[in-house]
Nanobody, 109 residues
Framework: QVQLVQSGGGSVQTGGSLRVNCLISGDTAGRTCIEWFRQAPGKEREWVGGVSTGYADSVNGRFIVARDNTKNMAYVRMNRLKPEDTAVYYC???????WGQGTQVTVSS
């Protein structure tokens, strides 16, 4: 059974950078496909991106999704952050059956 545990995130001013990590555990950790999502206050959860699936238009060119298989970790590096990027960020398996616990990212103007 795959489990996803998130870390990182936090608060930053406009233009800053943050990273959210997703530690993958379980027998198939090295082969588990991971995607990223976010949910802003009062809005529906939206897809952010994945290594093999690309990026949402709203983050393309600013966010980098990658993984470090030596550590069984996926991460999203967020650059040139904007206040509208404020949300709870989630990693999930690509079939969306397993989710991380969520990590708050707050960008102030």
């Amino acid at each position: 059974q795959v489990q996803l545990v998130q870390s990182g995130g936090g608060s930053v001013q406009t233009g800053g950078s943050l990273r959210v990590n997703c530690l993958i555990s379980g027998d198939t950790a090295g082969r588990t496909c991971i995607e990223w999502f976010r949910q802003a206050p009062g809005k529906e959860r939206e897809w952010v991106g994945g290594v093999s699936t690309g990026y949402a238009d709203s983050v393309n060119g600013r966010f980098i999704v990658a993984r470090d298989n030596t550590k069984n970790m996926a991460y999203v590096r967020m650059n040139r952050l904007k206040p509208e990027d404020t949300a709870v960020y989630y990693c999930a398996t690509c079939d969306r059956t397993v989710w991380g616990q969520g990590t708050q990212v707050t960008v102030s103007s």
